[in-house]
């Protein structure tokens, strides 16, 4: 016996369509007719995506802030620098548009730290780095003092 399958929903065939007929049914007050699973799945998935992105910056952010105090490459300093200014910029708009990251962002330095750490040291076997973060750890001074 074949087993039917039911047709694709919108969501699965075109993300964009369904997002702007799920606005307009909102908009509409128009509430039963939502597709609430899959409304539930991107609300989850977005909140799912800052918390990637805010993981992703603040190890970039670290690894360059260590190679730019510790890797004696000068030709590199004005690159890592670079990179530094713009991960701090990029994790500072995501702070200011999700506020409640900020408390995530404390607790989830000693997993970034190590991260940025163990990478840096693969890259940089000829460097020798601490094992702990020599500078202060508060958020608004890892994106905003200059440590070099």
């Given amino acids: 016996m074949v087993k039917a399958t039911s047709p694709p929903t919108l969501y699965q065939q075109d993300l964009v369509a369904w997002c702007d007929d799920t606005v307009a ?13 899959a409304l539930i799945e991107e609300i989850e998935g977005l909140a799912g995506r800052d918390r990637r992105e805010l993981k992703s910056r603040f190890r970039v952010l670290l690894a360059h802030l260590l190679k730019r105090i510790y890797v004696d490459a000068p030709d590199d300093y004005r690159g890592w620098e670079i990179t530094i200014r713009e991960q701090r910029r990029q994790l500072l708009d995501l702070l200011e548009q999700s506020p409640s990251l900020r408390n995530e962002a404390e607790s989830l330095f000693p997993k970034c730290w190590a991260d940025a750490l163990a990478a840096v040291r693969e890259d940089y076997p000829q460097t020798v780095f601490p094992d702990r973060w020599p500078g202060s750890a508060d958020l608004d001074a890892l994106l905003s003092e200059k440590f070099w």
């Fill in 25 to 37: 049914k909102l908009k509409a007050g128009d509430f039963a007719a939502l597709d609430i699973d």
